[in-house]
């Protein structure tokens, strides 16, 4: 993908000499930004723009160049696109919008589009975009005029919105970071989000990737990459609304995915989502220091107001605060006026006026081992410190880069002041306080070392024993035509080997009496009927029944119930306080998905769930359990024996295995598994499969 960012030389077509003409812009905009390359305009008009002469088309050029930008009407798109593959030429940047989010006839063109650029093996950003940038090379394409004092740094932003990237970058470049590349991703209908994160984690000039996406093209894939990258992975992923669905399918004709989601798979592949530009700025101002080691920070500030709120919200976060050292302690009492303010951790450095002392005092507790960071609190309205006030932004940031460890400013002072050294400095500072400990807190949302967690959905090397029995019941009931009826799930545990607890199919009131007696009393009784999958609400299930005559009863009101009950199923009654439920599902972002959460009747209620991409391991699904919200009280508890959620776990792993092989199960839920009260096993009691119809459509829902 280099020649998109680096091409020796480029094409522009769609230019004339109008002045409302925007391909002028694209040629304005690489001489403007210092692009060293050779420039051809294209258009059907003679001419010359800039002072360059404006060729009647691609195959006319002297020379074959690496990139062509393309901005005409759409309906001439795919014939250029032609054009361009005919000439050599196998990268393109294709601005022009008017094809999938048009309707049917863009997408029409969307079609030709892509046969015309698969014929040639020509590679494309768009459609539907704004450009491409990089500040290193001065290549800057989009068709609107541009600044030419953006900053030059080690951020790649990649947005499916031109404008919010814009926006992202204009930040960025007044926020002591910068950006190196920008692409305007548009409506991806070649190259995508895997295709831009592959490269970037290759790419020596970037240290910090952030993506806005509106939707995911391969999300599977985004996240199993996004896992294995050593380097932060900022995303804004927006179009989590009915409304902005809306506005989105008519802007890039984005689809939207489960953002619940995305939020789990975000955090288990230590990709750091944000919700607005002010975060992603933020996130890239985090990455932009140092990396956090550790929790122990040390607070310096010079406004005593500052410290509390600091020391406030840096225990809101979980840092704690190491003693300073007796070094640190006699610095401060040698260079305090008046020996009012008490020194510690946090430190009140109200006494002291001399900022090159503030100097000192932050290297030294730079150098003590147990400090893995600090907040720097400047705090500043004198005109006479202006100039200091940038000198000791500077020395900070050699400090951070010589002790390896984030110095996170904050700069307090008077708006003419930040402006000038928004425009100057070249190290990250923050507003707030609450900012500054925030972008610290980010920074343990990047996991030490890429690929740490299986759990991005990677596929197993051999089949598991039970593959073949599975699959014959798979193809035995999607034979049948109808939805799995809850004794037939039930056998599907069975064939997995999840412990179920123990129960029989009963025929004739007879039949329920011999099992009842088999299993012991008490038994649960549950009708079985294709009408009857949620038997909860409809009154199909009776527990505690504790004799013979409570279970004619319950036998002739469940027989009632419907007129496609089938038979009762009677079940050995376990209990247990505690109830987990495993699931998975197919996400038609993201493909196979197991979960895991709190079980029994409120787990729609409750939303204590954790997701991940299917399949897991027994490890990664103990984690799981492990993250919930409901985890206390899985161990010892008020008098409650340690759970079994060992047999969860195995039963997650199992499932995420069954979704994964057989791509004709839509949805598995078991629930709930109930753990018993003194660490019996944990046994499953119900169960409920979905399996793919001809149309898709469930005829139950």
Request: aromatic share 6%.
């Amino acid at each position: 993908m280099d020649p998109l960012f680096h091409p020796r030389s480029v094409a522009v077509v769609g230019v004339s000499a109008s002045t409302d003409n925007l391909g002028k812009n694209i040629v304005k905009n690489l001489l403007n930004f210092g692009y060293e390359g050779k420039i051809y305009p294209v258009g059907p008009r003679p001419d010359r723009v800039e002072g360059l002469p404006i060729f009647p088309s691609v195959r006319e050029l002297p020379e074959t160049p690496d990139v062509a930008v393309i901005l005409t009407p759409a309906r001439f798109v795919p014939d250029i696109v032609s054009q361009c593959g005919e000439r050599g030429i196998r990268w393109a940047v294709i601005q022009t919008g008017g094809f999938r989010e048009s309707g049917p006839d863009g997408m029409a063109l969307e079609r030709l589009l892509l046969e015309a650029a698969a014929r040639y093996g020509l590679r494309f950003v768009g459609p539907n975009c704004l450009g491409v940038m990089d500040t290193s090379t001065g290549f800057s394409v989009p068709f609107i005029t541009l600044p030419s004092t953006y900053r030059k740094g080690a951020v790649a932003v990649m947005a499916q919105s031109g404008g919010m990237g814009l926006s992202l970058v204009e930040r960025l470049s007044s926020s002591g970071v910068g950006f190196g590349k920008f692409v305007s991703l548009g409506n991806k209908l070649d190259l995508d989000e895997v295709d831009y994160l592959s490269y970037l984690m290759k790419d020596p000039q970037t240290e910090i990737i952030s993506f806005y996406l509106e939707d995911f093209k391969r999300g599977r894939e985004f996240f199993q990459l996004a896992a294995q990258s050593s380097k932060p992975i900022i995303l804004h992923k927006s179009n989590t609304s009915p409304i902005s669905r809306t506005i989105a399918q008519s802007h890039t004709a984005a689809l939207a995915a489960d953002d619940r989601l995305v939020d789990h798979l975000a955090r288990a592949c230590g990709v750091v989502r944000v919700r607005s530009v002010s975060q992603a700025v933020q996130a890239a101002k985090a990455f932009s220091m140092p990396r956090l080691r550790g929790s122990h920070l040390a607070v310096l500030s010079r406004s005593g107001g500052h410290a509390v709120v600091a020391a406030d919200t840096c225990g809101e976060f979980g840092f704690r605060f190491p003693a300073l050292c007796r070094e640190v302690l006699e610095e401060i009492r040698r260079h305090a006026r008046a020996g009012v303010i008490r020194p510690g951790n946090p430190l009140d450095l109200g006494d002291i006026y001399d900022l090159n002392v503030y100097f000192g005092i932050a290297e030294k507790v730079l150098k003590q081992p147990d400090i893995d960071g600090v907040v720097h609190v400047h705090v500043s309205h004198m005109p006479v410190e202006k100039d200091a006030t940038r000198n000791l932004l500077t020395r900070l940031e050699r400090l951070a880069g010589e002790y390896r460890k984030p110095v996170s400013v904050v700069l307090e002072v008077p708006f003419e002041d930040r402006v000038a050294v928004e425009k100057e400095a070249s190290y990250p500072f923050f507003l707030d306080v609450r900012e500054a400990v925030e972008a610290l807190a980010m920074h343990r949302k990047f996991p030490s070392r890429p690929g740490g967690e299986r759990g991005a959905g990677e596929k197993e090397g051999a089949l598991p024993t039970w593959y073949d029995a599975a699959a014959a019941w798979v193809q035995a009931q999607s034979a049948l035509g109808r939805r799995p009826m809850v004794h037939e799930c039930l056998e599907l545990l069975r064939i997995l080997d999840i412990p179920t607890a123990p129960w029989a199919l009963a025929r004739s009131v007879d039949e329920a009496r011999d099992a009842a007696v088999s299993l012991g009393y008490p038994v649960v009784l549950k009708a079985v009927g294709e009408s009857l999958v949620h038997k909860s609400d409809l009154g199909g299930v009776a527990v505690g029944i504790p004799d013979a005559d409570a279970l004619d009863e319950a036998w002739r009101r469940l027989g009632s119930l419907s007129d496609d009950v089938e038979g009762i199923l009677v079940q050995k009654m376990v209990k247990g306080v505690r109830e987990l439920m495993v699931g998975a599902y197919r996400d038609p972002v993201f493909g196979a998905v197991v979960l895991v959460g709190q079980g029994g009747i409120l787990v729609e209620v409750l939303q204590d769930v954790n997701l991940r991409l299917a399949p897991v391991d027994d490890a990664l699904a103990a984690d799981m359990i492990r993250e919930l919200r409901c985890s206390p009280v899985l161990g010892r508890y008020r008098g409650l024996q340690a759970a079994d959620t060992a047999s969860a776990a195995e039963a997650l792993a199992k499932v995420s295995l069954l979704i994964h092989h057989f791509p004709l199960i839509r949805e598995v839920d078991i629930n709930p598994i109930v753990l018993g009260d003194h660490g019996e096993q944990g046994l499953a009691v119900d169960a409920r499969v979905v399996l793919e119809t001809p149309n898709h459509e469930d005829p139950l829902l």
